[in-house]
């Protein structure tokens, strides 16, 4: 069947990896090293660089043998999600926006509604290669330092340039539950319950995700796979899938729809576009409702400052930019979502129980550079937009109490946006000593760039 895409093969990565390594080493020794990638999930604005390493051959699935995929770096959800399911499988955690690669979900950190059973991505990456600092590609494996360290190392470290990964096997269609809570206290102890037996009033959980729309009206999403056939939602027309989270109590998804249920609408972002305006959602070509699309006009304000010169011109406050993702303890997520709700404002946000897969017999820490603890459960709390806060808005009020209060409760910020940390406090939070120990292993003449220089000087 044209059109649909299959495996690359070991010849064509070989290739790709070599267009990689040429490159590498046209890289003057100083200049930044950079990807050349087609599309980007990051959001915060960085110096700009070179013409950055040649990955356009490394896109691709390798090859899918049963439960196992081998698969390149720069290889999108979205492609390799394609290529599964035609073996009936998927990966173990699928973040919803279609342009996340399995590198960038590895190195930057993915969560998705099956985080809940199956931990965050890099805990069913079985092996990986890794072009490093000293230009070497280095294979490998779970318990080795590079490879222990290299979640949430957002490039530093190195660049995945083959992963080879676990997959399960996945039915056709999903039914989806909405259970509505009144408090975040019930909604907490439901995640729980979830957590501890795998359903939810006698019936299986496969997925699990929610949405808090404001203090009194909290949802969970309970998904389960199924083969029954019937009919099944679109929100990809002009229906929106997350209205339907408050207007109905069950729903069917085709497999392929519930991955990709958040992209459509980047979860509710779109509106900001007026993409969710019935007349302009008719006008709107259906393939390009993609997160994708959002991120580049998103990023076309940045660069032409739309948004701030409306919002003079309506006379709002100046507007400070809000977009992240945090994991609050379970236990804390009330006190979270009531502070936040008070001194942030933003409504609604997302909501994603997490468990760490990996259990290591010496540390309950087992991933150095996002140090989450294992046998804990941390809800993903993820708020995107603007607050308008004024003239301090350049300072950035908001996103650096949001980074205190998520401290104080014990939790842990993704480090795909803003971020403000001094460097001891990012050393301490983020694993400093070893990460600074393992690249001096793999880059001794510190051709990557640092992690804190990525992250928080945005170099
Ligand atoms: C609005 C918004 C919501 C989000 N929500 C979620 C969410 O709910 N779930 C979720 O999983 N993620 C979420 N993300 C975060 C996103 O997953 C991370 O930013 C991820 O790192 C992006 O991956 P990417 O493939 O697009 O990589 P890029 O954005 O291109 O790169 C991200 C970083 O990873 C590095 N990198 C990329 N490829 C590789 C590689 N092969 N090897 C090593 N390093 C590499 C880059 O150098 C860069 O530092 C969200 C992001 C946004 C903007």
Known sequence: MSGVRTTVGWQVHAEGVARLRESWAAVPRGAPVRLAKRTSNLFRGRSAAGPGLD?????????????????????????????????????????????????????????????????????????????????????????????????????????????????????????????????????????????????????????????????????????????????????????????????????????????????????????AFGAQHPVVRRLWPRRLRRSDVYWRLVALDRRLGIGDRLDRRAGRPQGERVVQDVEIPVDRLPEFLDWFDREVGMRPVWLCPLRLRRVAADTERPWPGYPLSSGETYVNVGFWGVVNVGPDAPRSPRNRAIEARVSELGGHKSLYSEAFYDADEFD??????????????HDPDDRLTTLYDKVVRRR
């Open 55 to 271: 990955v356009s051959g490394l896109e691709g699935v390798i090859e899918v043998d049963g439960d196992v995929a081998e698969v390149q770096g720069m290889c999108t959800y979205e492609h390799l999600v394609e290529v599964t399911l035609a073996h009936g499988r998927i990966p173990l955690v699928v973040p919803q926006l279609r342009t996340i690669t399995l590198g960038g979900a590895v190195s930057g950190l993915g969560i998705e509604a099956t985080s809940f059973r199956s931990g965050l991505p890099h805990e069913s990456v079985l092996e990986m290669d890794v072009l490093t600092g000293s230009g070497e590609v280095v294979t490998t494996k779970p318990g080795d330092a590079l490879f222990d360290a290299f979640p949430n190392s957002y490039g530093s470290l190195g660049y995945a340039t083959r992963l080879r990964i676990e997959l399960e096997p996945v039915a056709p269609y999903v039914a989806l539950r909405h259970v509505r809570f009144d408090d975040a206290d019930a909604l907490a102890a439901a995640v729980e319950r979830i957590v501890a037996d795998g359903a939810w009033a006698g019936e299986q959980v496969d997925g699990l995700d929610g949405v808090a729309f404001e203090p009194g009206e909290l949802y969970l999403t309970l998904a389960r796979w199924t083969d029954d056939p019937g009919p099944t939602s679109d929100y990809t027309r002009q229906q929106v899938f997350f209205r339907s989270v408050q207007e109905r109590s069950t729903d069917r998804l085709t497999i392929h729809d519930y991955l990709w249920r958040w992209d459509t609408d980047w979860f509710w972002c779109s509106r």
């Open 428 to 441: 301490r939070l983020y694993g400093g000593e070893e990460l600074t120990r393992v690249k001096a292993l």
